[in-house]
């Protein structure tokens, strides 16, 4: 079992091995660049130059197509001006990594490019007033979008 993290369970009095996915450990990995970059206001194109590699190489490492060997991790690290090791919090790495805890509000608005602006305008807006109308705006489209769509849960910004 190459290339893949053990666990261990225990089920009616058997230990049983059941490995990891290296796909979850890729796209969360992916996230958190992707999350990174729009952030520094970056593009793919940038950061790949940055780093040395194409556009749609950095496609694939942002939806965890393919996996960021070690010393480019450092690269991206070092283009994004972050620790590399923020790349991995919130991966889970207890036994009940299936039942890892989905991205936070916060997690889901930085990783979108809508998000991240609309986060940046709002943080531009001084008056409260305008705030709480902007707000108020926000929640009754989304409550309308719920109501079309129910299985989007609006509260946790993902599908259930």
């Known amino acids: ?12 009095d058997r230990t049983m091995l059941q490995p990891i996915s290296d796909h979850q450990i890729d796209r969360h990995i992916g996230n958190r660049i992707r999350a990174a970059r729009i952030d520094a206001m970056m593009s793919q194109t940038a950061l790949g130059r940055a780093i040395g590699v194409t556009f749609q190489q950095i496609q694939k490492y942002e939806k965890g197509a393919n996996q960021v060997a070690p010393a480019r991790m450092v690269a991206i690290a070092r283009a994004l001006d972050r620790p590399l090791l923020w790349f991995f919090e919130g991966l889970p790495t207890c036994p009940d990594f299936d039942r890892a805890p989905r991205p936070t509000t916060i997690d889901t608005l930085a990783s979108s490019k809508d998000g991240h602006r609309l986060a940046k305008a709002f943080i531009a807006i001084r008056s409260k007033r305008s705030r709480a109308v902007l707000l108020d705006l ?3 489209i989304a409550a309308s979008e719920a109501a079309i ?7 946790n910004g993902a599908q259930s």
Do not use: C, H, S, Y
């Open 1 to 12: 079992m190459e290339g893949r993290d053990i666990r261990r369970f225990t089920f009616k």
């Open 149 to 155: 769509v129910p299985e989007l849960d609006w509260q």
């Open 138 to 140: 926000a929640e009754n």
